[in-house]
């Protein structure tokens, strides 16, 4: 009797929760509305388990944006390029603008000092380049307007964190070193390896999410995408995502590496 009980209250209690609307008031009976109110119910446990609602953005940590500011929400299908002399090719699709190309990022052929860069490119425009630093402590890209104009600030992979971290400081707000040193603009944090994580600004708002989930689909391609909060920089976002998938192709090529020598 108390099983019967228990579940005839889940039941009424799952018809109430889908029968209200997201801000919490009543809908009266005459309104029909509970099909797109479950739906909205389901969408923001979708946002839940993927990292949090995107946030719209006021503002850019580093100022002006390397192209645009997105006017809404927007998704971004990246594709590596399945023959590459770099190894370090992407295309970059709008998914907004019909699935057009929105961005080309390729490699160098020399893996030397000042030379290991990749280019963002906006057809025939070099729009950003990133910069690895062969010499450092830990995996670090520096980002720069155009090719090599101004430096915007730097990407580099955290060496003390509880996951998989990888965070952005703005140079604008470069500061002391150690305990004095400025703290990171945007945090990426997630499954790297999976193609599932997040970015976050200083606030904690969830401003980009990096996923592999076909929700949306880009038929001609295999891709991973990108969905870009309103006011975000789409361009940062693709450049820290291209300079993580970089990192993370050379340390599976350094495992292998070391498999084969055992």
Known sequence: MQLHSLHNFLVVFLISLCSLPVNGWSIPRNKQQPAVTCLNLFSNLGDLFTGGRLVPQSKLAYGDPLIERSEEQRTFAVQEKLFSWTGEDFDVY????????????????????????????????????????????KPTYDIYRGDCQEKIGWIEKALVSFTDTF???????????????????????????QRN??????????????????????????????????????????????????????????????????
């Open 94 to 137: 709008d998914e907004a603008a019909d699935n057009s190309p929105y961005v080309r990022v390729r490699g160098a052929l020399l893996h030397l000092p000042g030379k290991d860069k990749m280019r963002i490119v906006q057809g025939d425009e070099i729009v950003a380049t990133l910069d690895r630093k062969l010499i450092a402590l």
């Open 167 to 193: 965070d952005f400081y703005a140079e604008c707000e470069k500061g002391g070193v150690g305990p004095f040193a400025a703290s990171p603009a945007y945090k990426l944090e997630g499954d790297f390896l």
């Open 197 to 262: 994580f997040v970015m976050k600004n200083a606030q904690g708002e969830t401003v980009a999410k990096v996923i592999e989930d076909r929700l949306i689909e880009f038929d001609r391609f295999d891709h991973y995408q990108l969905q870009v909060a309103a006011g975000m920089d789409p361009v940062l976002v693709i450049a820290c995502a291209c300079a993580i998938d970089e990192e993370l192709e050379e340390e599976h090529e350094k495992k292998r590496k070391e498999r084969k020598s055992q």
